[in-house]
């Protein structure tokens, strides 16, 4: 046999290996006629692995693989490694899960009920991995075929204690693993139905609370939140419905997978089945998160406590509304009352104002004639008769020492009602004419005062004041030193005394009667009028700008009225049509001129020779 010329064939049976020997001649010297003589009969033998091909023979038949993966040359398991590389390299991912490994269960163990082969009947999915060990010890101890096998046991009740137990095996390969147990359970106990929509409360708890409880199992993240009741807040609602529409499902669907990969004769079969399987889990994946955003969809739709928070939400929407036009009315009917209540309050003032005003006068008028008497009685000596305007009489009034008339008219006219009331308390002649020669003396003194008072404020010290004003800090710890230094030749105190001045003045104008202002406006108003559009005002300014022009012009020309915008508006647009009038008569009368240069008053028509 070691010298002749063998061909085997190997086929696959059942248990064991058949192999046709074909044997020929075998001399030494005959090597070229063995090969081409005539075959002989082939002869059969039966065949028996030993050693490690009685294990791969074992492995084989425990996992339902074929002969060419137990038997597989070393050589070849590396070249296919090599391949399955480089097909990674070139990015041969046609499929979302082809980096993880795919879970099949095979053969007729998948129409076998696995729980209740373990005693979880009753519990089934719910069911923990602490119960499940528990359960198939208990069921191992219970249904092992060497506790049950006596003398008396046929071998077809052997048979089956071993079939028993061998699917108790199963279940718990198929249950105790967490991969294989999702595949299970996610086609164990399974209801896909929705229920309908309805518009009825009780229905909707009655037929969407089973659901949602059926279905929340799915859910990776548990416990899960189920419907609820009637009762639940509009957050408790609200996460319920976020945790469904958001929160990730483990369900698979590789239980009822078409095609067994294990079942392949080649390793392209089994990866073109697992890519088929792959495709079909997905789609399968697809329809099933499709049905729950359905239900999700129809149990919101349908949601009474929705309906209820919407209606809420819009009547308390109305409410803040109609609560918020009750305080406008409110505000506006509190401003018209406050509005008349004022302006009643200030005709009562001015009425009032007058009143006094002309008490005032009266009094003040007699007081000034009471005083006139008393100084023609009293200090001249005179009657109310008797004229003494002439030029013997105002000589006999210096002969005598006494003020002239002209010089104690011009003290009463600076003296106030209250003061000529004190002097008129004295009743003796001598003491009387002394306080008005004293009077006198002080009103000479004011008005000598006054007159070596420091130097009015001109025109360009006055706008270096008010840009000082604006353009220095109101907070500046040094603020008046800072403007008295933009102002040459004026001190702290005297730009200060300036402002009160100019602030004390304002609010006299403000507290007098508005002035109305006449048609014709001044040279004064007309050239600040010019500098306030075109400088101070100009185009783009924020605010009400010719309000802000018309209380300029007040302010800087000095005038007691004011103009309202309207005015300042139409008095812009008439100078801007008496400028563009003038440039139009200038450029006619400019190009007269140069028509009359152009053509000479005597001109000789040329003659050519």
């Not at 050239?527 to 012009?553: C, M």
Request: some cysteine; hydrophobic content about 35%.
């Amino acid at each position: 046999a070691a010298s002749a010329s063998a061909h085997i064939r190997t086929q696959r049976a059942t248990g064991i290996m058949v192999c046709k020997i074909v044997c020929g001649p075998a001399e030494a010297g005959a090597l070229e006629a063995a090969i081409h003589a005539p075959l002989t009969d082939p002869v059969t033998v039966q065949v028996e692995s030993v050693g490690r091909w009685f294990e791969a023979r074992l492995r084989r038949k425990g996992h339902h693989i074929s002969a060419s993966v137990g038997d597989a040359d070393p050589a070849d398991d590396k070249e296919e490694e090599e391949e399955e590389e480089d097909e990674k390299k070139r990015g041969d991912n046609d499929d979302d899960d082809d980096d993880k490994p795919m879970i099949t269960i095979d053969g007729d163990w998948k129409n076998q009920d696995h729980y209740a082969y373990l005693g979880l009947g009753s519990v089934r999915w719910r069911a923990t991995d602490d119960e499940i060990k528990k359960a198939y010890r208990k069921a191992v101890l219970k249904h092992h075929p060497d506790k049950k096998v006596t003398a008396e046991t046929s071998a077809t009740e052997r048979a089956q204690m071993d079939a028993y137990f061998n699917c108790i095996q199963k279940a718990y390969e198929i249950v105790g693993n967490v991969e294989k147990r999702k595949l299970y359970d996610s086609i164990d106990d399974v209801d896909d139905s929705i229920p309908a929509s309805t518009k009825d409360p009780k229905e909707f708890y009655a037929n969407f609370g089973p659901c949602f409880a059926r279905n929340a199992r799915w859910f990776s993240k548990q416990p899960a939140p189920l419907l609820g009741d009637d009762n639940a807040t509009k957050d408790e609602v609200m996460a319920i419905y976020n945790f469904w529409y958001s929160t990730p499902m483990w369900r698979e669907f590789g239980w009822d997978d078409e095609e067994d990969p294990n079942a392949a004769e080649s390793r392209e079969e089994k990866r073109w089945i697992e890519r088929h399987n792959r495709i079909a889990r997905r789609k399968k994946k697809k329809e099933e998160t499709a049905r729950m955003i359905r239900l999700i969809d129809r149990a919101y739709a349908c949601d009474p406590r929705l309906r209820r928070f919407k209606e809420q939400e819009k009547a308390e929407k109305a409410e803040r509304q109609r609560k918020i036009l009750e305080e406008k009315q409110a505000a506006e009917k509190k401003r018209i009352e406050d509005e008349k209540r004022k302006e009643e309050e200030r005709i009562r003032l001015e009425q009032q104002t007058k009143e006094e005003d002309k008490k005032r006068n009266e009094a003040a008028k007699k007081i000034r004639k009471n005083f006139n008497r008393a100084i023609r009685r009293r200090m001249y000596n005179e009657d109310e008769e008797e004229d003494q305007s002439s030029a013997a009489a105002a000589a006999a009034i210096a002969a005598a020492g006494l003020p002239p008339k002209e010089e104690v008219e011009a003290m009463k006219a600076a003296m106030t009602p209250e003061r000529m009331q004190e002097l008129l308390q004295i009743e003796d002649g001598e003491a009387f004419t002394a306080a008005i020669k004293a009077e006198l003396q002080a009103k000479k003194d004011r008005d000598e005062a006054k007159a070596n008072a420091a130097k009015p404020w001109t025109p360009e010290e006055q706008k270096l004041l008010e840009e000082a004003l604006r353009s220095v800090a109101k907070d500046a710890e040094d603020r008046w030193e800072q403007i008295s230094a933009l102002v040459p030749g004026r001190s702290k105190r005297e730009c200060m005394l300036r402002v009160k001045e100019c602030a004390a003045k304002v609010k006299e104008q403000k507290t007098k009667a508005t002035v109305q202002p006449p048609e014709t406006w001044t040279k004064e108003e007309m050239s600040v009028l010019v500098k306030a559009a075109s400088k101070v005002y100009p185009p783009g300014t924020q605010g009400d700008r010719w309000e802000q022009i018309a209380e300029y012009v007040k302010i800087h020309a000095h005038t007691e009225w004011k103009r309202n915008g309207k005015e300042v508006i139409n008095m812009v647009n008439s100078m801007k049509n008496v400028t563009a009038s003038q440039k139009s008569a200038a450029s006619m009368q400019s190009f007269h001129k140069s028509k009359d240069r152009s053509v000479p008053e005597e001109s000789v028509p040329s003659q050519r020779d």
